[in-house]
Nanobody, 123 residues
Framework: QLKLVESGGGSVQNGGSLRLSCATPAYTYRRYTMGWLRQVPGKEREGVASIFKNGVTAYIEDVKGRFTISHDNVKNTIYLQMNDLLVEDRAMYYC?????????????????WGQGTRVTVSS
């Protein structure tokens, strides 16, 4: 079992920024593709961004240009920098890891999940 621990969620106004963090076991980034997904009550969980071990990233169209996924191998942490947040971005955000692949934006691309961190955006 791979333990992933998210933090950094909170409440911001429309247009604000947040940075989510995901603490992972050492060397996780070298073995798995890492991603961030989100879920709104009553809706299916959706992929937001992924990062492959060579640094290649992928994003859904709704967040391109606003969100950035990155990793810090020294701190064993995956980040999701979220700028220009919109009300539509409010959700529970989950960090996840899955089999190595360049692009992983589907729920079924992932095998291990964190507990989630909540993001609220008010108008």
């Amino acid at each position: 079992q791979l333990k992933l621990v998210e933090s950094g969620g909170g409440s911001v106004q429309n247009g604000g920024s947040l940075r989510l963090s995901c603490a992972t076991p050492a060397y996780t980034y070298r073995r798995y593709t890492m991603g961030w997904l989100r879920q709104v009550p009553g809706k299916e969980r959706e992929g937001v961004a992924s990062i492959f071990k060579n640094g290649v990233t992928a994003y859904i169209e709704d967040v391109k240009g606003r969100f950035t996924i990155s990793h810090d191998n020294v701190k064993n942490t995956i980040y999701l920098q979220m700028n220009d947040l919109l009300v539509e971005d409010r959700a529970m955000y989950y960090c996840a890891s899955g089999r190595p692949r360049v692009r992983a934006l589907g729920v079924h691309d992932y095998d291990y999940w964190g507990q989630g961190t909540r993001v609220t955006v008010s108008s």
